[in-house]
């Protein structure tokens, strides 16, 4: 799906979301519009009761909000308050059933800004030129214990603790989300992934094919490496590709 963007800015954005070959059920959700600049991967917690309601929850709530205000502050606050809806519907809905949440990162760009905002282990990187920086850090207990330099990064990938996360939507009464800002750059690609994706692939793998010229066959080449990696866990990833152009001028070809 393309957007014509927001003046001088283009947005074209791919999602991907597959059970894997292990999960009995896809728990993972994907909000996808360009058309107002808004994604976001949201991860049911597996070994919990509807995790993917919870998650489904969470996708009915972006889905509600409308085109954002130029401000970007104003934006993000939409957003927040997005997320935090989805918190009590998950909490009003199936709290009282078992504990159930659900992980979120989501991304919202007006005008070249963008705005991140996360809970739990679903990660936004940001690719360009051939490599990648990761823009969220993940509330989880191995993120803690590399912090406290208990453990290695390297030792992370297929860590018995790896879905031990520390935030989530829907789960303690009130939901934290940290937030992240920045200026978009011409040619820059977001990520948006569950650990489906990234607790299977490492970095320079994931930097190597979101770099793949088409979107959709960068997005399908990231989905295969999760699978071809055991898929033991479900996968969803959003690909966001920023382009700027006159203002004046045609839209570049796609």
């Not at 490599?131 to 191995?142: A, C, E, F, K």
């Not at 990064?153 to 790896?162: E, T």
């Not at 977001?190 to 793949?212: K, M, N, P, Q, W």
């Amino acid at each position: 799906m393309t957007s014509e963007g927001q003046g001088i800015w283009r947005y074209r954005s791919v999602a991907r979301s597959n059970r894997g070959y292990v999960r009995s059920r896809n728990e993972d959700s994907v909000v996808n519009r360009p058309e107002v600049g808004l994604w976001a991967v949201a991860d049911g917690m597996g070994g919990h009761n509807r995790g993917d309601r919870a998650s489904q929850i969470l996708e009915e709530e972006l889905a509600k909000l409308q085109p954002f205000p130029t401000e970007q502050s104003v934006a993000a606050e939409s957003l927040r308050d997005g997320i935090v809806k989805a918190h009590g519907r998950i909490r009003a809905e199936i709290g009282a059933a078992g504990m159930s949440g659900t992980t979120v990162v989501a991304l919202a760009i007006r005008d070249g800004h963008y705005t991140g905002l996360w809970a739990g282990d679903s990660r936004l990187y940001s690719c360009a030129a051939g490599g990648i920086d990761l823009l969220t850090r993940d509330h989880s207990v191995l993120q803690e214990l590399v912090d406290a330099g208990a453990i290695s990064p390297d030792s992370v990938r297929g860590h018995p603790l790896a879905n031990r996360i520390t935030r989530a939507v829907g789960v303690e009464s009130s939901v934290e989300l940290q937030p992240i800002q920045g200026d978009v750059r011409d040619g820059e690609r977001f990520l948006l992934s569950s650990d489906g994706l990234h607790g299977l692939v490492d970095e320079v793998t994931i930097a190597r094919l979101a770099a793949v010229a088409d979107l959709d066959a960068a997005a399908d080449a990231l989905l295969t490496a999760a699978l071809d990696a055991g898929g033991t866990d479900n996968i969803s990833l959003v690909l966001v590709a920023a382009e700027s152009r006159p203002e004046t001028g045609a839209l570049p070809p796609h």
